[in-house]
Nanobody
Framework: VQLVESGGGTVEVGGTLRLSCAAS????????MGWIRQAPGKEREGVAN???????AYSNSVKGRFTISRDNNKNTLYLQMNSLKPEDTAMYYC?????????????????????WGQGTQVTVSS
């Protein structure tokens, strides 16, 4: 399994970013995919999930501002982030669980529960 994130950077408050995650080594189209993040000194936090049917889930902190999507033809996961806030500053990781057969069961924040990429840094300056 390989997950490679891109698209992070530094933006001002209210700005936008689009993260991408190129996936390989597993059956992408049938897998639960998601984004998690971790800020310095804080625990990992689930941000958004999307299952094989395209059903989505968002944390309350990003609902209405972030949109998760997937392109099964390109084996790529996306996270459109709008109206960014300083508290969105974190390392963002793409996550995958190819084994859940009934959609996304939970946030993929536990080691051993899923596969993660190497992360891409998002910094929102105020």
């Amino acid at each position: 399994v390989q997950l490679v994130e891109s698209g992070g950077g530094t933006v001002e408050v209210g700005g936008t970013l689009r993260l991408s995650c190129a996936a390989s080594g597993f059956t992408f189209r049938s897998s639960c995919m998601g984004w998690i993040r971790q800020a310095p000194g804080k625990e990992r936090e689930g941000v958004a999930n999307i299952d094989d049917d395209g059903d989505t889930a968002y944390s309350n902190s990003v609902k209405g501002r972030f949109t998760i999507s997937r392109d099964n033809n390109k084996n790529t996961l996306y996270l459109q982030m709008n109206s960014l806030k300083p508290e969105d500053t974190a390392m963002y990781y793409c996550a995958a669980n190819p084994t859940w057969s009934s959609g996304c069961l939970r946030w993929m924040t536990s080691a051993g529960d899923s596969y993660w990429g190497q992360g891409t840094q998002v910094t929102v300056s105020s």
